[in-house]
């Protein structure tokens, strides 16, 4: 079993900045990728960004040149810095990580004001 929290979401203006944590506890020691997912209301829950243990990264489309994912093994966490926000990025974000199953936080809104 993993267990997930996550922090660091809020309203931000077009073009502002908010940084996502996610500290795993638990089992961590058989994570390999730990990823951020978003939900938008009426949408499906989709991929932002994946970090395996190799340190190799996928985005979304819409999240490069933005968004950047990290990770610190030592500290079990994984991070996701956006910048350059939009709108459109406004959603429910999930901190999830891959370890034999996959394991979900509860969510950090994020609010995105025009």
């Known amino acids: 079993q993993v267990q997930l929290v996550e922090s660091g979401g809020g309203l931000v203006q077009t073009g502002g900045s908010l940084r996502l944590s996610c500290i795993a506890s638990?089992?961590?020691?058989?994570?390999?990728?730990m990823y951020w997912y978003r939900q938008a209301p009426g949408k499906q829950r989709e991929l932002v960004a994946v970090i395996f243990k190799d340190n190799s990264i996928t985005y979304a489309d819409s999240a490069k040149g933005r968004f950047l994912i990290s990770r610190d093994d030592a500290k079990n966490t994984v991070v996701l810095q956006m910048n350059s926000l939009k709108p459109e990025d406004t959603a429910v974000y999930y901190c999830?990580?891959?370890?034999?199953?996959?394991?979900w936080g509860q969510g950090t809104q994020v609010t995105v004001s025009s």
């Open positions: 999830a990580v891959g370890a034999r199953s996959m394991y």
């Open positions: 638990g089992s961590i020691s058989s994570i390999n990728g």
